[in-house]
């Protein structure tokens, strides 16, 4: 899965489950800030992102996350 | 979608339930959709407005046990322990200043509300300063002498009457009002003799949807004491604690207190010389209502 393709979906899961708006939605995007996500839901989502891509973000990588972008190059550099 | 001290009672479930055993993950990601399912922002919205009835109502409850306690067992000690006057109304502010932070600390904590002070640095720590504040709410005083300990206020009657505060204040030695004769000589007379003085130039709170209105007394002080005047203009929004408006009446949204400290400025800035006093008055009280109003808009 290239990194177009796991963009698309991590914007789908935001959207559809964690009723985040679709405009705020930028690679750039502050998961914390903009998006209002909290650490709870930051497990959720690494969860879901395992089962998508059959990759496991340690939670340490995870922990220096802020942006969609850091999400798409910890999950690419793996 | 505001998660807020609903988020800190979820965490504390995650962490403690019997189900957060070997895949923590899986279990922390289930309690996410669970709580995505019962939590929308609607009701998240109504749990955030209990929440804050709650916590005001221990705010309130923990300020008069406060209160009670220091009355009771703190200010009798010391009078034992400290003889000397002077060190007693040092020790008596500091001890108000530490109380009122605590207060504020605790609001901040619970979520209550929120405050932010700018411009700490216009204020002199050696004193000779007449501060100047608006009152939108119940607790300015609270908050400005929490961040200003040390200053000299004008107390009322009530409050000199009331057995929580009673010990706490005349301790402190703050000028009363209860000769209001005296009040604008005492005032001047603090000042005079180095101390910083907070007035509160409204003399009661700000009644909402009104132009602000400056009494003349601050002024007066100000122009027989030729003293710095430091402007602090606290604004709360939403409206919270507001005259007319029981303690228990909760905004939407939780209210942050914006308390600004504007540069010190000399009467001789605001009104120009040669004018008799009471048009000098006038002018600077005229002066005052701008600046406040420019502040606040």
């Known amino acids: 899965m290239d990194s177009d393709e796991l963009y698309s979906s ?66 690419t550099s793996l | 979608m505001e998660y807020t001290t609903v988020s800190v009672w979820c965490r504390i479930i995650v962490t403690w339930a019997p189900w ?36 005001t109502s221990l705010l309130w409850f923990f300020f008069g046990l406060i209160g009670l306690i220091v009355s009771v067992f703190v200010f009798p000690l010391l009078y034992l322990l400290v003889r000397d006057a002077d060190a007693r109304q040092i020790t008596a502010r500091n001890l108000i200043a530490a109380a009122f932070g605590a207060f504020m600390w605790g609001g901040c904590r619970m979520g209550v509300f929120s405050f932010r002070v700018t411009g700490m640095e216009h204020r002199d720590p050696d004193g000779g300063q007449l501060i100047l504040a608006n009152h939108p709410t119940l607790i300015d005083v609270v908050l400005l002498l929490s961040v200003l300990p040390q200053v000299d206020c004008v107390i009322k009657e009530a409050v000199i009457r009331n057995p929580f505060m009673r010990a706490s204040v005349t301790t402190a030695n703050y000028i009363s009002n209860f000769e209001p004769a005296d009040l604008l000589a005492s005032c001047v007379e603090r000042l005079e003799s180095g101390a910083s003085l907070l007035l509160f130039p409204e003399g009661t709170r ?33 409206q919270f604690l507001a005259k007319h408006e029981p303690w228990y009446s909760i905004p939407r949204s939780r209210p942050h207190f914006a308390v600004t400290i504007l540069p010190a400025i000399s009467v001789s800035k605001l009104v120009p010389g040669g004018l008799d006093e009471r048009h000098a008055r006038y002018e600077l009280n005229e002066a005052l209502v701008s600046l406040f109003e420019a502040e606040l808009a």
């Open chain 2, 20 to 55: 957060n055993c070997p895949d923590n993950e899986q279990a922390l990601a289930q309690f996410a959709r669970i709580r995505r399912y019962y939590l929308t922002p609607r009701r998240m919205k109504y749990l955030d407005l209990a929440w804050r009835f709650v916590g």
């Open chain 1, 10 to 75: 991590i914007k789908g899961i935001l959207i559809d489950q964690f009723e985040v708006d679709e405009s705020a939605i930028s690679l750039d995007a502050n998961l914390y800030d903009e998006l209002e996500i909290d650490s709870i839901d930051a497990v959720d989502l690494l969860v879901q992102l395992k089962e998508l891509t059959g990759k496991k973000i340690s939670p340490d990588v995870f922990k220096d996350v802020r942006t969609i972008r850091d999400v798409l190059s910890a999950l």
């Open chain 2, 206 to 238: 700000t009644s909402s949807g009104r132009p602000l209105e400056f009494k003349l007394g601050a002024a007066e002080v100000a122009i027989r004491a030729q003293a710095q005047i430091l402007p602090v203009v606290v604004d709360c929004r939403p």
